[in-house]
């Protein structure tokens, strides 16, 4: 059984940094691509950033490029997101997504419960 945990959310200033995880268990971590999305009100559903499986191939949304960083650590089967230079605008439930195959960006079969991201000064 896929279980995806996230952890790392909280509330920071703008200008600041979090990192947020997701654990995973019930699968081969290393063949699967994993996604980050986010849920704002108003907004809807946004793909963040994905990750391939081999951990090299990497997206992200055009507004996080260059202030939020996707990895994997394949022996731990843990997903990572790192954000700096949070602004207002990336607050919203962060949600950790498994993709159905090796290579898939910004799809998802198997989600996270989420964990709020605030970021306000």
């Known amino acids: 059984q896929v279980k995806l945990v996230e952890s790392g959310g909280g509330s920071a200033q703008p200008g600041g940094s979090l990192r947020l995880s997701c654990e995973a268990t019930?699968?081969?971590?290393?063949?699967?691509?994993m996604n980050w999305a986010r849920q704002v009100p108003g907004k809807g559903l946004e793909w963040v950033a994905g990750i391939y499986g081999n951990g090299r191939d990497i997206w992200y949304m055009d507004s996080v490029k260059g202030r939020f960083t996707i990895s994997r650590d394949n022996a731990k089967n843990t997903l990572y997101l790192q954000m700096n230079a949070l602004e207002p605008e990336d607050s919203g439930l962060y949600l950790c997504a498994k993709g159905p195959g090796y290579s898939d960006f910004r799809v998802g079969d198997s989600w996270g419960q989420g964990i709020q991201v605030t970021v306000s000064s």
């Open positions: 019930g699968f081969i971590f290393s063949y699967y691509a």
